[in-house]
Structure formats: structure tokens, C-alpha cells
């Protein structure tokens, strides 16, 4: 791993400061307390990185607001051949990132550079972007007027994000906030604080190459006392906050008292329905790696399988055997399906997880535990787990980000199907398998699943980056990366221009002088 640090310019100390320049060395010691980013993968110390003081807080803010002013100056297609050198950056460093990533998070090295592709895709659209933030033009009531609608860059964007896409998520809102001619200030999770420091360190070189101020892409590093700063902050019109629905909620009460924009992207209750015509060959693959994929530790993984009593001892024996086919070990090892959870907390939360799942009643098909022995010495890594449970045990109902599979029943029509994949708090992703098109157009109406995303005949897990990404209920509402999510990175204004020599008043209303 040291070669891997060593390409992306990671030194053992990072100071907290970066705004830009990350002139971070062992020697710039502030008076933050260090983050220590220890690997799920073998337990190893990977490096520190200094968390962020008050005082440097504000120097970074400074830096910030003071890049909004020239940034906004540049034209936005200007701006988008400065995110166009950042992807193929990305594209040269794909392999050290990615294996970072795999490293510092856990999951599989596929999985670390396909995070590092999703940055490098978020980056060609949005070069494309660059030249499409197009309003309006919207005829006016009046004669001899106009109106239109323009967008203009909102200011200083703040990024808090989650620990299990490390890198992907501020590439989904920076690559498109920095073409909207916005700034970020990203406070990434304390639990992969590397990941951050090494893509600020990528796009740093850039933006000095090109004689653009450092301050348009700032980190901050620290616990969520660092996330503090930022949602409190009035200099902060927009704050793109990833994480637990925990998190969220203290996080969009906390913007919103302030009249700040949050968009928020939080957990998930995923589920997907297989219906009596559904496809095996499908369902399987889809299923499982949509359960196991990251150790379960992805905002879209598969937590529930909703599957026609009529199909179910088939669907059920299917997934149990590909359970036994699944291989758990070092995830920098192509061969091995699952790494390891992120640390000892998550392992505890999964333990506790499968108990309370037990107690309510639930039947486990597959047991899980944790692994111990050769290989596993960091005691992360844990066996991924299938429960027969009710769809409102409270275990279920929750979620729990690890890899545990709950599996139901449902009888009769798709509807008593679609009513269950509803019953949850959470509204992210959602999937059906069938052949039937009046199954499937029902899943995707108005009536049927209320998640921002609801696939046919792919899982619920992942997602291209071209469409708008998000969840609703306790989700949070917010929209990422593709369609027009990039309104939210923008303010929007109306104009009425009058090009008469009448003054007209809206509405008929005459006010004579
Ligand atoms: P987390 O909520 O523990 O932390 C997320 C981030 O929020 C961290 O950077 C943390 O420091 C910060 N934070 C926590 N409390 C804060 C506060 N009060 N004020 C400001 N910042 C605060 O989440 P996690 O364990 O890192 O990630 C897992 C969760 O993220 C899961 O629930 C998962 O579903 C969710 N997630 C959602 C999406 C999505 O797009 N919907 C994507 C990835 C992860």
C-alpha cells in the first residue's frame, strides 16, 4: 500500500488545514487532535490526519468565499474544462485510488475502481453540463415584456459524507457544484479520512496547473463536530449532507433553522419483490450481490426479499445455495465476493442486529457470525446472514448496514407486495422481478413503490450516475448526479423585462398617477 500512498502524495500526517495546496507534513502540527485510519482489511495503521480546528475552520472559509468571487467570473464551459483535466486525472490514478478505497473502506478492489469510474463518468457529464445550464424564456401577460429564468451559482457548498463511498459522493456533488460556479468544502467521514486528502490532493494539482485560486475545493477533517461548523455556518447556502437518517435529521433541523438549502441523502430499506414469473437466472445474481456487494454497507443494498408464496421455497433454496458459494477475505484479492465491515462498531451493531431479529421471532436460514483466524486478524470480517422475518419486526424495519438478508412472504396480488416494500420508514431504491408488464408498470405508478428509485429486473443495488439519484420518507428527498440535480447547486431568479415605454401592472390592477 505504501507505492498506492505514495502516487497519490499521502503522507503519514495531515495537518487539517488543506484548502488547496495541502502543504501538510509531520512538521505543521496545529492543535487538533490526529484521526488515526486504521484498515478493516488487516487492521494496519494506514496514516493520521489532523482534524480540523476552529482557527482553521475559518482560514479555510476564508479561502472559500474569496475563490466564490473569481470562480463565479468564469465562463461555465471554462469551468467544465477544469473538471474535464480532473477525470482524466482520475482515469490516470484509478488504479492507486481505487485500491485505496478497497483499502482504507474494505470493499472489494472491483468495487474501488468502479467508485473511481463513477467520479470519472460524474466528470464527462458534467463537462457536458458545462454548457447546458440553460433557463427559460416564459411569455408574459403583459405587452411589450418578458420574462425569463436564469441560474446562478449559489455560493459556498458544504459536503458531508459517509465512510462507504469515501470518494464517489463529493465527485457527484463537486464535479457538478464546481461547474454550476460554486465552491466545496468537503468534510468527508472520519472513518476513511485518507480518501479525502488524496482526491483533494488530485484536484489541488489541477487547479494550481491552472492558475485558479486553491479555495474552490477545500476539506475539512474531524468527527461530526466538524460537521457542526459547516451546518451552523451562514456563509454555507447549500449543505449535500450523506449519511444515516440519525445524521440527518439533526443535520437538516440544524441547516433549516438558519434558512440554509440541505439536501440529504440517507439511509435505506431496500427491498426487491420477486413475483411468481420472475426470472431465476436474474433474481440470484441480483440478490445476492445486491445483499452482500460491500458487505451490505451500501445505502441501496438489498435488506429485504419480498418474494410470491407460490415461488418461494424455490427462491429461497437458490439464494441459501449461493450463500455457500460466497467467499469472505481480503477484498484487494480478486478471488474473495465480500471484505470486511468498517470497523468493530459495525460488527457489534450486525451481532446485535441478528439477536433482535432472533428474539422478535425470526427463522435464520444462513447463519452469520464473525470470522476469526488466518486472515482475519483486524475482526471486521463477518458471514453474511439469511432471516425468514415479518416485515414489521422492528429489526426489519430498520436499518442495519451490514449484510443480513431478511427474506417474506406475500400471497396474492403484486399490490399485497408493493404495500410491504412500502412499509418502511425509508424511501430510497426498490426492484421487481417479473415478466409480467402489468406487474411491472404497476410497481413503477403512482401506486406502486414510493422510492426515488424503482428498478425491473435489476436489483437495488448501484446505480448510473445519468439519472438523478436519491430517496424519499426518511431518505430525505435529496437528488445527486445525473437529470437536472444540478438545479440544487444553483439559485434560481426570474426576471421581467419590459421593453415598452407602458408600465402595465400584472394581473389587470391599474394604479394611475
Ligand atoms: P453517519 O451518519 O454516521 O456519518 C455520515 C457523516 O455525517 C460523517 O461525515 C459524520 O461525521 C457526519 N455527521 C454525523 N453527525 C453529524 C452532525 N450532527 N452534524 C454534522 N455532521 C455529522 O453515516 P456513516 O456510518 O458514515 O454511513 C452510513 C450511512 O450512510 C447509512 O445509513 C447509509 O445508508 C447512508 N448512505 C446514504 C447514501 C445515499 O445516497 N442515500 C449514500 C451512502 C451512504
Not at 437518517?245 to 431496500?270: C, D, P, Q
Request: aromatic fraction near 8%; charged fraction near 20%; hydrophobic fraction near 35%.
Amino acid at each position: 500500500i505504501q507505492d498506492v500512498l505514495q502516487q497519490l502524495g499521502l503522507k503519514a500526517i495531515n495537518d487539517g488545514t488543506s484548502t488547496g495546496s495541502n502543504n501538510f507534513s509531520p512538521d505543521s502540527y496545529r492543535d487538533g487532535e490526529l484521526i488515526e485510519s486504521y484498515s478493516p482489511v488487516d487492521g494496519q495503521l494506514i496514516g493520521k490526519v489532523k482534524s480540523t480546528t476552529r482557527e482553521d475552520y475559518e482560514k479555510v472559509m476564508d479561502a472559500a468565499t474569496k475563490a466564490f468571487l473569481s470562480w463565479r467570473d468564469v465562463p461555465a464551459p471554462q469551468r467544465g474544462e477544469i473538471v474535464r483535466q480532473f477525470g482524466n486525472k482520475l482515469r490516470d490514478l484509478k488504479r492507486p485510488l481505487g485500491k485505496l478505497v478497497s483499502y482504507e473502506m474494505g470493499k472489494s478492489l472491483q468495487e474501488g475502481y468502479g467508485e473511481v469510474q463513477e467520479m470519472i463518468d460524474i466528470c464527462d457529464f458534467a463537462v457536458g453540463l458545462s454548457r447546458q445550464l440553460n433557463g427559460q424564456t416564459i411569455p408574459s401577460e403583459r405587452p411589450g415584456h418578458v420574462m425569463r429564468e436564469q441560474w446562478h451559482p449559489i455560493g459556498v457548498v458544504g459536503i458531508i459524507s459517509a465512510f462507504n463511498f469515501p470518494v464517489a459522493v463529493w465527485a457527484w456533488n463537486t464535479a457538478l457544484a464546481w461547474i454550476c460556479g460554486d465552491v466545496c468544502v468537503w468534510k468527508a467521514s472520519e472513518k476513511a479520512p485518507l480518501c479525502s486528502v488524496a482526491c483533494q490532493n488530485i484536484i489541488a494539482a489541477i487547479l494550481k496547473e491552472n492558475n485558479c485560486p486553491e479555495g474552490i475545493s477545500c476539506i475539512v477533517n474531524g468527527d461530526y463536530k466538524v460537521g457542526e461548523m459547516i451546518t451552523t455556518d451562514s456563509r454555507i447556502p447549500l449543505v449535500s449532507a450523506t449519511g444515516s437518517t440519525r445524521m440527518g435529521r439533526i443535520v437538516g433541523a440544524t441547516v433549516a433553522k438558519r434558512f440554509g438549502k440541505s439536501l440529504l441523502e440517507l439511509g435505506g430499506n431496500n427491498a426487491i419483490i420477486i413475483t411468481p414469473s420472475a426470472d431465476l437466472k436474474v433474481v440470484v445474481p441480483g440478490a445476492v450481490f445486491g445483499a452482500v456487494g460491500t458487505c451490505g454497507q451500501r445505502c441501496t443494498s438489498t435488506r429485504r426479499l419480498i418474494i410470491h408464496e407460490s415461488v418461494y421455497d424455490k427462491v429461497r433454496d437458490a439464494i441459501v445455495g449461493a450463500y455457500g458459494q460466497l467467499t469472505i477475505g481480503n477484498p484487494l484479492d480478486e478471488k474473495n465476493h465480500i471484505g470486511p465491515l468498517i470497523d468493530h462498531d459495525a460488527v457489534n451493531t450486525y451481532l446485535a442486529a441478528i439477536e433482535k431479529a432472533k428474539a422478535e421471532g425470526g427463522n435464520v436460514l444462513v447463519e452469520g457470525g464473525v470470522l476469526e483466524g488466518e486472515g482475519y486478524e483486524s475482526g471486521c470480517y463477518v458471514k453474511p446472514a439469511i432471516i425468514e422475518a415479518e416485515n414489521n419486526f422492528e429489526i426489519v424495519q430498520h436499518e442495519t448496514f451490514a449484510p443480513i438478508l431478511y427474506l417474506m412472504k406475500y400471497s396474492g396480488e403484486v399490490e399485497n407486495a408493493i404495500a410491504k416494500q412500502n412499509g418502511v420508514a425509508q424511501g430510497l431504491s426498490s426492484a421487481i422481478m417479473t415478466n409480467e408488464m402489468k406487474e411491472a408498470e404497476k410497481f413503477l405508478s403512482y401506486a406502486g413503490s414510493d422510492c426515488g428509485i424503482a428498478n425491473v429486473n435489476i436489483g437495488t443495488s448501484g446505480a448510473e450516475i445519468g439519472g438523478a439519484f436519491g430517496g424519499e420518507k426518511e431518505t430525505g428527498g435529496g437528488r445527486e448526479s445525473g437529470s437536472d440535480a444540478w438545479k440544487v447547486y444553483m439559485r434560481r431568479q426570474t426576471n421581467t423585462i419590459n421593453y415598452s415605454d407602458q408600465l402595465p401592472l400584472a394581473q389587470g390592477i391599474k394604479f394611475d398617477l
